[in-house]
């Protein structure tokens, strides 16, 4: 099949998806991922565009990095990009322009940063970030208020700013496996959060006001809530050393 034709790329395209039900979907996987036809960036329809490898014979091709057409216009109805493991060491600005976005996963690269355009994405709901090479708490991410779901685990985070009260309608805040060694008070502003996984970093001490997080449920038999594993806590709240909800 020739995907240096729209019409090629057409024959790709999918809406029986079970993760993305009605949606019009595209996967571009195996050598097509290092030789990238930039007329798929012509597909006006396609909402779900994935350029994640999946299968492991397909893990020897990935993408090194994204074309700046990505920003097109024409993309107007994508809300769904992914883009997980693969080489990516950076994220052009034209990535951006995707107003429309809602769900942007770039899980398993090479990242370290995110460009200052990265506010534009003022759409985004979901966005996954685990396993890169992000330090510093991307602020860019600060401007996202529409943000429910965050993952940063796995990275070399060492602080979260107290700004992280901005973004308060997440309910999923994923930052497991970091080099954290303490939590800003305003985290306990963050009162929509249901799930909180903070294992294996380096705090000592939680602040009190992560009682405010009611909805959380720390105990041990419920590791999709909340998670502390891996921490060295120093005198924590009753409520997380008897596994109950705060309440």
Not at 27 to 45: A, H, R, S, V
Not at 102 to 107: G, R, V
Not at 115 to 140: G, K, M, W, Y
Not at 222 to 239: H, Q, R, W, Y
Request: charged share 20%; aromatic share 6%; proline share 7%.
């Amino acid at each position: 099949m020739n995907l240096n034709s729209v019409r090629g790329l057409r024959h790709l395209i999918e809406e029986n998806d079970c993760n993305y039900p009605g949606m019009k979907k595209i996967k571009i996987q195996g050598k097509d991922l290092t030789n990238l036809p930039l007329e798929l960036f012509n597909l006006t329809e396609i909402q779900v565009l994935d350029m994640s490898p999946e299968r492991e014979a397909c893990l020897y091709y990935k993408l090194p990095h994204i074309p700046p057409a990505i920003g097109d216009t024409r993309l107007e109805n994508l809300k769904v990009l992914l883009l997980d493991t693969n080489d990516l060491k950076v994220i052009p600005p034209e990535l951006c322009q995707l107003k429309f976005l809602q769900k942007l996963c770039l899980s398993n690269n090479n990242l370290k940063e995110l460009p200052r355009e990265f506010t534009n994405l003022v759409n985004l709901q979901s966005l996954h970030l685990a396993n890169n090479s992000i330090e510093f708490f991307p602020i860019e991410i600060l401007r996202l208020i529409n943000l429910r779901f965050l993952d940063l685990s796995t990275n070399a985070l060492r602080e979260i700013p107290g700004l992280i009260e901005k973004l308060s309608n997440l309910e999923a805040l994923l930052l497991y496996n970091n080099h954290l060694d303490r939590l800003p008070p305003e985290i306990g502003l963050l009162t929509k959060l249901s799930c909180f996984w903070i294992g294996n970093n380096r705090i000592q001490y939680l602040p009190e006001t992560i009682c405010n997080l009611k909805r959380l449920n720390w105990s041990k038999t419920n590791c999709v809530s909340a998670t502390l594993d891996g921490n060295f806590l120093i005198s924590p709240p009753k409520e997380v050393i008897s596994g109950s909800p705060f309440s």
